[in-house]
C-alpha cells in the first residue's frame, strides 16, 4: 500500500492539549493520502512529533516495525507507532 504526501496538502496542524496533571502539551498532525487501489486515495491524518519533522513530498510506505501481534496471534497495525519508510520524494 503507497501513502502520500502532496505538495500543497502537506502542512502541518497543532493543538493544544490539556494533560491529567494540568500542563498543555502541543501535538501535531500532517494530511497524508491512501491508496488503497481504488479510484481516488482515501485522505488521512497521521502524528508527527514537531513541524521540523513532518514528513517530505513523496510516497511512502509502512515500515514492518509498524504492525504487532495482538493477543491472540493476529497481524494489527500498531497505532502509536506507525513509521513510514521513503519510496518516492517528489521535488
Known amino acids: 500500500m ?3 504526501v ?3 496538502y502537506n502542512e502541518v496542524d497543532s493543538r493544544i492539549i490539556n494533560l491529567p496533571d494540568g500542563t498543555k502539551k502541543e501535538i501535531f498532525s500532517q494530511l497524508m493520502y491512501m491508496d488503497k487501489g ?18 517530505a513530498c513523496g510516497h511512502y510506505t ?19 507507532n506507525m ?5 518516492h520524494i517528489t521535488k
Do not use: Q, W
Not at 481516488?40 to 514528513?55: D, G, I, L, W
Not at 509502512?62 to 502509536?80: A, H, M, V, W
Open 2 to 4: 503507497i501513502f502520500e
Open 6 to 8: 502532496i505538495k500543497g
Open 38 to 55: 481504488g479510484a481516488f486515495p482515501e485522505k488521512m491524518t497521521v502524528s508527527v512529533n514537531s513541524r521540523v519533522e513532518a514528513y
Open 62 to 80: 509502512l515500515c514492518p516495525t509498524s504492525f504487532i501481534t495482538n493477543k491472540f496471534g493476529g497481524l494489527e497495525l500498531d497505532r502509536y
Open 83 to 87: 513509521k513510514f519508510k521513503t519510496h
